[in-house]
């Protein structure tokens, strides 16, 4: 239940970082750790999952009991701060990028989804 009736974008955010959680998860009890990112890339899959997991986690400590009107507001900044902290560990080898590349491409897809209510709700 979100801490105030406007969050509802919260209860996506836990989704998305519950599914996040679960792929982490899965990822671990298999054989290969080895997922596709966005770019078709293959990449170590439990530290693609863990940095996702990482970024919604950032994103609900960031949104506190603010309202849905303001949850794209916040991802987009928690993205950008993302982008320039993880950025330039991605350098760093396989594990790093696919951490890196896991927690950008979860907040993209999170404001892509943002988006899209909002203008469903229009």
């Given at each position: ?6 969050q ?5 955010v836990?989704a998305?970082?519950?599914a ?8 671990l ?9 966005r ?18 986690a ?18 987009v900044?928690v ?7 993880e ?11 696919a951490y ?7 907040l993209?897809d ?8 909002a203008?469903?709700?229009r």
């Amino acid at each position: 239940m979100p801490e105030h009736p406007d969050q509802e974008g919260v209860l996506l955010v836990r989704a998305h970082r519950e599914a996040a959680l679960e792929a982490l998860s899965h990822s671990l009890g298999t054989s290969s750790l080895c997922a596709l990112s966005r770019t078709g890339r293959a990449m170590p899959a439990a530290k693609f999952h863990e940095g996702a997991s990482r970024a919604f986690a950032d994103v609900l400590r960031a949104a506190g009991a603010a309202p849905d009107d303001e949850l794209e507001a916040i991802v987009v900044a928690v993205a950008a701060r993302w982008e320039a902290d993880e950025a330039g560990r991605a350098g760093l080898g396989p594990d790093w990028a696919a951490y890196a590349a896991g927690g950008g491409e979860g907040l993209a897809d999170l404001v892509d989804e943002l988006r899209a209510r909002a203008v469903v709700r229009r």
